[in-house]
Structures are given as C-alpha cells and as structure tokens.
C-alpha cells in the first residue's frame, strides 16, 4: 500500500494565479479531508467527503478556495485566486469509517 | 466548548530519560482519542487510537493511557529518533470531525 499520495510536494506560485493540489487516497478508504496547517494556527479542516460527496466544506476559508472528489480514488484542492496568506502546508487524509485517518507528505505552497 | 490542550508546549530529554506528555479534553461525549507522530516535512504519523477511560496501548517505547478527562503518553528509556511533534486529536461521538491539540514538540538529546 502505497499509503496516501499527494502531488506537487512543493508549489511556489505568484499571488493571483491558480493552484491545484492533487490528491489519491488509500484505496478502499470511504472518507477523505483536506486539511490546513500553519504555525499560528495548527491543522485545520478545510472540508471533509464521504463516499465521494462533500458534506462538510464550512472550514473552507472563502470561495477562492474548492474541492472536487469525482471519484474514490482523487480529490483536487483548487484555490483561484491565490494569496500570500494562503502560504500553509495541505495535507490530505483518508480513513475507513470513523477510524485514524491516514495523512499525506503534504504540500507545501508558498504565495508570493 | 469543545477543546484539546497539550503541555508541555516542548520537551527536552536526553536519552535514556523518561517522561509523559499530557493531553487533556474537555468534549461532550468521547468517541475516541488519537495519537500522531509529526516529523518535520512530514504528515502526521497515527500511533494510537483510545476509546475508553483506562485503556493503554504501547508500541515500543511509547504507552498511551486514557482517563475520562486526559490521556497520557509515556515515553520509556527515549532514543534521539524519538524527536518528533506528538499531537493528540478527539473525536465525539456525535460529530466525524477531530479536535486537534496544538502539539507538543519533543527533542531527545544523545
């Protein structure tokens, strides 16, 4: 099992553009977050899928950010258009059921 | 309200030395506590899962405990390797989220 795979590891990008993270759960898992952290502020949940579909996407900073899952195995993280406040780490995580979830390496996005 | 502490904040040991680190909940009703591991650069690492007061779990060095208002992570005999970020997350019964403590950052000196 190759666990969680995210994509790019790094992504340096200039304020105003679009970025998409990218993200392959483990298969099998029926849950998947997007998580956030920062320094200040620790891990925090951006929006949560089950079987697919968003049902919690309150922690969503505003609507320059959205997420996709067309299928069980991907999921995108789109912010458009980007900000240097958005600089952070983005975890993806994936779990079967209400269990541990599994994180990703992470991307590290720097808005410049 | 619903929330996780964690202390201390950071730790410093040098190996061979024992110790606990703390996480304490205030959450209306439990579903279950976690334990993850972060090195830098790196996700969080899940180590254990708790589910009812008095319960422990070990892997290696480590042994987690639980009560109904903390759990604890004892470190036995640490080894430099040990040096990470430990964080603990709560999950209620009523709600699929966790609650994240913010961490505590443990350095093992050799």
């Known amino acids: 099992d190759a666990g969680v795979i995210q994509s790019p590891r790094h992504e340096v990008t200039e304020m105003g553009q679009e970025v998409t993270l990218r993200c392959k759960p483990i298969s099998g898992h029926n849950s998947l977050f997007w998580y956030r952290q920062t320094m200040m502020r620790g891990l925090e949940l951006l929006i949560y899928f089950n079987n697919n579909v968003p049902i919690d996407d309150s922690g969503m900073p505003e609507d320059r950010f959205s997420a996709k899952m067309p299928n069980a195995s991907f999921s995108t993280l789109k912010i458009q258009p980007s900000e240097p406040r958005d600089s952070a780490v983005y975890f993806c995580?994936?779990?079967?059921?209400?269990?541990?979830?599994?994180f990703g390496s992470g991307t590290r996005l720097t808005v410049v | 309200e619903d929330q996780v502490t964690q202390s201390p904040e950071a730790l410093r040991l040098q190996e061979g030395e024992s110790s606990s680190l703390n996480c304490s909940y205030t959450v209306s009703g439990l579903r279950g506590l976690f334990w993850y591991r972060q090195d830098p650069g790196k996700g969080p690492e899940f180590l254990f899962t708790l589910y009812s007061a008095g319960e422990e779990k070990e892997k290696e060095r480590l042994k987690a405990t639980l009560t109904k208002k903390e759990s604890f992570l004892h470190i036995t005999a640490p080894k430099p390797e040990d040096s990470a970020t430990y964080l603990c997350?709560?999950?209620?019964?009523?709600?699929?989220?966790?609650?994240w403590g913010a961490g505590t950052k443990l350095i093992i000196k050799p």
């Open positions: 997350a709560v999950q209620m019964d009523s709600n699929y989220q966790l609650i």
């Open positions: 995580a994936s779990s079967q059921g209400p269990n541990g979830y599994t």
